[in-house]
């Protein structure tokens, strides 16, 4: 058996970062609700990138449904708790990380998970657990790295004093205790992410809008590919790396989609072509779902 050596391992990364830069990513810690896809893929990027102390969660199984895009979905991990199967496969990677695994129970772990975090990067799609996991966030004053549920990828950095997503998107969990949040609700709050998605990307032109339909409506779960997928968690890693290191520059709260069809970065549009482009995507998303 290869001997492990974290030394040879990241001596590649030596360039992009310091010496120094690599002790402290080895000391970090990184919480990451959520390891499927972008989460998963966000997950193996920080592993790989000599990140040494995680916290994972995760409350489904492996289906062989993942095995287009999720990194540490195999045949031989289908039917195993994702977050376990992805714990391994870390391990697999650099066994000297540490990782603690959670299931279910991560949500009211928070107030203990967060202050030892340096980052939390949002692998889950639960709008209630979601709007949680933000409010204690800003509660602690940490940052989170996220994504949009869109066709292309996309990333956000929301620190403390930024605006949280339910607000900034209008959900209707707003002064909503996250438990009580009904399927109603859930429904509500995807409509109203796939709604800012489509006003400030051109999303729309590179998916079957007849599929989207049937998200929207939550008829359907989310369509994932597995190139655009892993380009967001890899761009998530890099803005969590970016935050571990207090390097400058990144995105903010609003975030931007990167368009590899066309091979350029589309940022969010200024507040009056917005508010016109809104109103006829609301128009639109009424008769796609009609």
């Given at each position: 058996?290869?001997?492990?050596?974290?030394?040879?391992?990241?001596?590649?990364?030596?360039?992009?970062?310091?010496?120094?830069?690599?002790?402290?990513?080895?000391?970090?810690?990184?919480?990451?609700?959520?390891?499927?896809?972008?989460?998963?893929?966000?997950?193996?990027?920080?592993?790989?990138?000599?990140?040494?102390?995680?916290?994972?969660?995760?409350?489904?199984?492996?289906?062989?449904?993942?095995?287009?895009?999720?990194?540490?979905?195999?045949?031989?991990?289908?039917?195993?708790?994702?977050?376990?199967?992805?714990?391994?496969?870390?391990?697999?990677?650099?066994?000297?990380?540490?990782?603690?695994?959670?299931?279910?129970?991560?949500?009211?772990?928070?107030?203990?998970?967060?202050?030892?975090?340096?980052?939390?990067?949002?692998?889950?799609?639960?709008?209630?657990?979601?709007?949680?996991?933000?409010?204690?966030?800003?509660?602690?004053?940490?940052?989170?790295?996220?994504?949009?549920?869109?066709?292309?990828?996309?990333?956000?950095?929301?620190?403390?004093?930024?605006?949280?997503?339910?607000?900034?998107?209008?959900y209707p969990t707003v002064g909503v205790d996250w438990r009580q949040v009904t399927p109603a609700m859930r429904v509500t709050c995807l409509q109203r992410e796939i709604e800012y998605v489509l006003t400030h990307s051109s999303s729309h032109r590179h998916v079957d809008l007849t599929v989207a339909a049937e998200v929207a409506a939550g008829t359907r779960s989310r369509f994932s590919f597995a190139t655009m997928v892993t380009m967001?968690?890899?761009?998530?890693?890099?803005?969590?790396?970016?935050?571990?290191?207090?390097?400058?520059?990144?995105?903010?709260?609003?975030?931007?989609?990167?368009?590899?069809?066309?091979?350029?970065?589309?940022?969010?549009?200024?507040?009056?072509?917005?508010?016109?482009?809104?109103?006829?995507?609301?128009?639109?998303?009424?008769?796609?779902?009609?």
């Open positions: 058996m290869t001997r492990f050596d974290y030394a040879e391992m990241t001596t590649r990364n030596r360039g992009f970062v310091t010496e120094a830069e690599q002790a402290r990513l080895r000391t970090a810690s990184v919480l990451i609700p959520g390891v499927g896809g972008m989460g998963g893929a966000a997950f193996m990027a920080l592993v790989r990138a000599g990140i040494g102390r995680f916290v994972i969660a995760d409350i489904d199984h492996f289906e062989v449904s993942n095995l287009n895009r999720q990194l540490f979905a195999t045949l031989d991990t289908v039917g195993q708790e994702k977050a376990a199967a992805a714990r391994d496969g870390a391990l697999r990677i650099n066994p000297e990380a540490q990782i603690e695994v959670l299931g279910g129970e991560w949500p009211d772990a928070l107030d203990r998970l967060i202050p030892a975090a340096d980052v939390i990067v949002n692998g889950m799609d639960d709008a209630a657990a979601g709007v949680h996991l933000y409010r204690r966030a800003q509660a602690h004053g940490l940052t989170v790295i996220d994504a949009y549920a869109s066709p292309l990828p996309s990333v956000t950095v929301v620190r403390p004093d930024a605006p949280r997503p339910e607000a900034r998107l209008r967001a968690g890899t761009m998530m890693a890099d803005e969590a790396i970016r935050a571990i290191l207090k390097r400058p520059g990144g995105t903010d709260h609003r975030g931007y989609f990167f368009n590899p069809h066309a091979v350029k970065v589309e940022r969010p549009l200024p507040a009056p072509i917005a508010a016109v482009r809104g109103f006829a995507v609301r128009r639109f998303m009424q008769r796609m779902m009609a």
